[in-house]
């Protein structure tokens, strides 16, 4: 069974600029949710999606947003890039509906605005 | 919304020894806390999680303690192991709310042979 896989694994833009990730969940899970990880503030919640719907979102700025497809591929995107913004971005799907709804992580997307 | 915070940030132990984590969560609703590891320039990975009505989960050499009423949870991994080493997460959520996971900020554990 193929895990969770995000693209690209690596990026580099520039301030300004804007980026998109992607990420396949496992086959069958219905529900994505969104990190970035920093050093020394953790995995801080981005945003979650079930059924091609934002179900809950963190405190970020509107620049950060995402969007789920019918198969339940998502994507984030991040406008006007700022120096910040440089983190690993990690995606993590589960199966929606359980009580304990492990999340599954991806290997990330590790984004540097210079 | 929830907020979990995570202590220590830091903990060295000598193999052999015990190594605790604690964590206190705002959101008297979150009812599922679990705890993941993340070695050096990998995913993070679920090692042990409990629910809001259980006290206490063992595995092995790990276990999770609970104390809802302090909102308060605690890791604690015995003969720790070098391969123990690792940054430790823990997180809570209200699963009614959904699956999206409010993580503290990270202990990075070191065992020393």
């Known amino acids: 069974k193929a895990g969770v896989t995000q693209t690209p694994r690596y990026l580099i833009k520039t301030r300004g600029q804007q980026v998109t990730l992607s990420c396949s969940p496992i086959?069958?899970?219905?529900?994505v949710s969104w990190y970035q990880q920093t050093p020394g503030q953790g995995l801080q919640f981005l945003f979650e999606?079930?059924?091609?719907?934002?179900?809950n979102k963190g405190n970020f700025p509107g620049r950060f947003s995402g969007r789920q497809f019918s198969n339940s591929r998502s994507e984030m995107n991040v406008s006007t890039l700022e120096l910040g913004d440089s983190a690993l971005y990690l995606c993590?799907?589960?199966?929606?509906?359980?009580?304990?709804?492990?999340?599954?992580f991806g290997e990330g997307s590790r984004l540097t605005v210079l | 919304g929830e907020n979990v915070e995570q202590h220590p940030s830091t903990l060295s132990v000598q193999e052999g020894d015990s190594a605790v984590i604690k964590c206190t969560y705002s959101?008297?609703?979150?009812?599922?806390f679990p705890w993941y590891k993340q070695e050096l320039g990998k995913r993070p990975q679920l090692i042990i999680d409990?629910?809001?009505?259980?006290g206490e989960k063992k595995d092995q050499r790990i276990a999770v303690t609970l104390n809802k009423t302090a909102k308060h949870f605690s890791l604690h991994i015995t003969e720790t192991q070098p391969e123990d080493s690792a940054v430790y997460f823990c997180?809570?959520?209200?699963?009614?709310?959904?699956?999206?996971?409010?993580f503290g900020k990270g202990t990075t554990l070191s065992v020393s042979s």
């Open positions: 993590a799907s589960s199966l929606a509906g359980t009580r304990t709804g492990e999340l599954f």
């Open positions: 086959s069958g899970h219905r529900s």
């Open positions: 999606y079930f059924s091609e719907t934002q179900r």
């Open positions: 959101d008297s609703a979150s009812n599922y």
């Open positions: 409990i629910r809001s009505n259980v």
């Open positions: 997180a809570a959520r209200n699963y009614q709310a959904g699956t999206a996971l409010i």
